[in-house]
């Protein structure tokens, strides 16, 4: 196999839906699909897709603790949402404390 057909292959959009489908399972695909189709009239980017949703794994959180209780920390957040713009992957930040939207 030529370099060139290597990394036609490796860069296969059906390849990348299958990877992405044995990884995050067909429910959570078909989903994603739906939706995008719904906002975009071109086919999902699979390999970058699949990159970026790697990299939020790289992502570590830690407890912020303060001893002498001088500083307010942010309360506990819910509902996030993954959303594209721009062609990246986005998270938004949830609701807290009776359900208002809250970046802190």
């Known amino acids: 196999m030529t370099c060139k057909r290597f990394r036609a292959l490796a860069s296969s959009d059906t390849l ?3 990877i992405c489908r044995r990884d995050w399972g067909p429910n959570s695909v078909d989903a994603l699909l739906k939706s995008y189709n719904l906002h975009f009239q071109q086919q999902l980017p699979w390999m970058k897709l699949y990159k970026q ?3 939020l794994g790289s992502v570590s959180c830690h407890k912020m ?3 002498d209780g001088e500083f307010e920390l942010p309360s506990p957040r819910a509902s996030h949402s993954l959303n594209f713009v721009s062609d ?3 998270l938004f930040a949830g609701g ?3 359900g ?3 970046l802190t």
């Open 100 to 102: 208002s939207f809250n």
């Open 96 to 98: 807290s404390e009776g």
């Open 88 to 90: 990246c992957l986005v």
């Open 65 to 67: 603790t303060y001893p």
């Open 16 to 18: 990348w839906e299958s």
């Open 53 to 55: 949703v790697f990299q």
